[in-house]
């Protein structure tokens, strides 16, 4: 691999201005062309900001490291991956300014990288261990880093190597495995940046989230004490840098820790945990912690219409206040929450959807990535906060030359809720009615926001209409309403969403006898309800879903989640049938497509199974593409049209929902085969 500030490779702003190509809807091969900008990362200078920059599909979908100038000059490429890398990600200046740290994987390895500033390559920082008595020493598998305040230290999460008598015996085929007994633990390092040379901290596996004291010379690391399966069991144990071995455990730290951050004074915390009122897992609540009394506050207990999100967590040089995502509505920002009063303020930008927001410490500037309906993500540099920042010279993601329609808020009132939406027309609304795409998102804790989408520029371009909704359960309106489909998936919610499409056909240009619906995930989950509880949709698409709460409960990677919404299956049987799309199959007519990844264990490939082997027997029109290799995440990223190391599938995908659609519409999609 090359990973290197070169000369010779550096891709500086094209100064030739290509033909003005005409503007038109993005095509299904034009998204092989869409790449995307995130993590952007200020240098403690002001003058560069690092930022990883996701190619198109077409051109391997893999990730690389990009410099851009807050100063109006050209940006260029820092890394460029050969091999079987996906790329490098997660970008950090030391805080001297002498190097970027970021992490790259090869060879089912994921590695630390120094590249230092003033040019050469990057060299891999060496982490190694011993898997076992009598073994050698052998590389570990990075998966999280974090950089001291002072930048004397990186402390890193990784995984061990595996025993080589684990190896042989695999290839000797003696490959049975015992579960929950041969999981390879994971552990932190601290690196000495001085001289790159590192130390295990003993004892301690399992990490989830490390945070460093202000001063660096104390680490709190969070573990758990039981598989996140049985429920949330968080420990936090502080570490001195000096002496790993002397080790803290941190009395009264709330279970449902997932975030942490130092007050100034390194005796309390502020915590991210979960919600104190009822409310699904993933729901948090901003707490202070003092670590002497061992009590915790919670901020934001009173917190309306909004959401909190675990992502970024910092706190203001006076301890008065902390920073961090927020969602309202669909907005999403950054908020400000006096950690006395709880009081918060969002932080507006300019932009509807601002995410990725990071500052150097004690620097008074923020970057961010910021988009709008019509404004692909981008990276903006501001000096002040609540104010607009401006946009930095970046590398195009989406194509100038491609069109994106502006949404249209919608909202209706159902059932003691205000419940939110968005439309978005074609050109040809302006002279008639238009067929409707109906589009829910996953989750259930999930949403909508008003950024832009490739999917909807896509079905857009077909001369559809396009509704998106917030229904109840959704994120971003408070606890009340995120807990409101509690024992009721498939009731309210869909209630709301077909209010939403009752209020969309009275107002706007809607033809009521052309209308389809899509969904990933808990998208696609809904899409199984509505194929046995209305007729209202020519054609229905579902992309990975829950299909059989008890299937699903037993083979998913983590059914925890699942359990507030419908308690242990074999404990509630009647509540778990009830939530299951199943359940309805024998009132389905609708033809159906299912898309299932293969390797995806969040939503395995037998939901997918199961509904096609039901509507198959109903007699309902059904199709079924299944996609080797593709998780979930990779899935719904093709789903969406992201970009993709998958060359055609994505393609593949969209291509078959949107003939499938269209085919809806014209009354003449293929029967099963007898």
């Known amino acids: 691999m090359n990973y290197s500030l070169g000369r010779a490779m550096v891709l500086f702003a094209c100064s030739v201005v290509p033909a003005i190509a005409q503007q038109h809807f993005p095509s299904n091969e034009d998204l092989r062309q869409l790449r995307t900008i995130a993590a952007p990362q200020l240098s403690p200078d002001l ?3 690092v930022a990883t920059l996701q190619d198109s599909t077409a051109d391997g979908g893999k990730t690389h490291l990009w410099l851009l100038s807050t100063e109006g000059g050209p940006y260029r490429q820092l890394t460029f991956t050969q091999g079987e890398s996906t790329g490098e990600r997660a970008p950090e200046y030391l805080p001297d300014g002498s190097a970027i740290l970021f992490q790259s994987r090869r060879d089912n390895k994921s ?16 982490l190694e261990r011993i898997a076992a008595a009598g073994e050698k020493a052998t590389s570990v598998s990075v998966m999280s880093y974090s950089i001291s305040p002072d930048g004397s230290m990186v402390a890193v999460v990784a995984t061990d190597p595996e025993p080589t008598s684990l190896t042989k015996d695999r290839h000797d ?5 015992w579960v929950e007994h041969e999981e390879l633990p994971h552990r932190a390092y601290l690196i000495d940046t001085r001289t790159w040379k590192a130390r295990e901290v003993p004892t301690l596996s399992d990490m989830d989230a490390l945070s460093w004291s202000e001063q660096s010379d104390r680490l709190l690391i969070l573990t758990h004490k039981h598989i996140h399966d049985l429920g949330p069991s968080t420990i936090g144990t502080i570490v001195s840098v000096r002496n790993p071995a002397d080790q803290k455990p941190v009395s009264g730290l709330p279970e449902t820790t997932r975030r942490a951050a130092w007050m100034h004074p390194g005796t309390s915390l502020v915590l991210l945990a979960g919600c104190e009122k009822d409310a699904p897992e993933g729901c948090a609540d901003l707490y202070t912690f003092d670590m002497a009394t061992a009590k915790s506050k919670n901020i934001t207990g009173a917190l309306k219409d909004s959401t909190l999100a675990a992502d970024s967590l910092a706190i203001s040089d006076d301890d008065g206040s902390a920073l961090l995502s927020i969602t309202h509505g669909m907005r999403r920002t950054v908020a400000s929450i006096d950690l006395t009063t709880g009081r918060e303020h969002l932080l507006d930008f300019g932009l509807p959807v601002v995410t990725g927001f990071r500052h150097p410490r004690n620097a008074k500037a923020w970057v961010y990535v910021g988009s709008s309906s019509t404004s692909p993500a981008s990276v903006y540099m501001t000096t002040a906060l609540d104010h607009p920042g401006r946009q930095l010279i ?3 993601t989406a194509p100038a030359a491609w069109t994106a329609v502006a949404s249209k808020p919608l909202s209706w009132k159902r059932a003691g809720f205000t419940i939110e939406g968005l439309l978005y027309l074609p050109p040809q609304a302006s002279s008639g009615k238009v067929p409707l795409v109906v589009d829910v998102h996953g989750g259930p804790r999930g949403q909508f926001t008003d950024s832009y989408s490739p999917l909807i520029n896509l079905l857009v371009g077909e001369g559809w209409a396009v509704l998106v909704t917030n229904p109840r359960g959704s994120t971003g309106y408070g606890i009340p309403f995120e807990a409101a489909n509690k024992d009721d998936m498939g009731n309210g919610d869909y209630l709301d969403i077909m209010a939403g499409v009752d209020e969309a056909v009275r107002t706007q240009p809607i033809d009521a006898d052309k209308m389809a619906l899509i969904g990933y995930s808990y998208g696609g989950e809904m899409a199984g309800f509505v194929e046995g509880k209305t007729a209202s949709f020519k054609a ?9 709460q008890f299937s699903e409960y037993g083979t998913e990677s983590d059914s925890y989640g699942d359990r507030w919404y419908t308690g242990q299956p074999w404990r509630h049987f009647e509540s778990a049938w009830r939530q299951s799309p199943l359940a309805y199959a024998e009132h389905a007519r609708t033809p159906f497509l299912l898309l299932q990844g293969q390797t995806d264990t969040t939503d395995p490939e037998g939901q997918s199974k199961e509904m096609y082997r039901a509507l198959r027997q109903e007699g309902v029109p059904v199709q079924m593409l299944l996609f080797p ?11 969406a049209g992201n970009p993709s190391t998958e060359p055609w599938h994505g393609v593949i995908a969209r291509e078959h929902m949107i003939k499938f659609i269209a085919d809806g519409f014209a009354g003449k999609i293929e029967p099963n085969k007898p």
């Open 47 to 49: 003058k560069h900001v």
């Open 111 to 126: 590695s630390l990288y120094r590249l230092p500033t003033d040019g050469g390559e990057a060299v891999a920082i060496p």
């Open 173 to 177: 085929k003696k490959d049975a495995i």
């Open 394 to 396: 970046q590398p195009e």
């Open 540 to 548: 229905i698409v579902s992309g990975a879903p829950v299909i059989d």
């Open 629 to 639: 290799r593709e998780d979930h995440g990779a899935l719904g990223g093709n789903f």
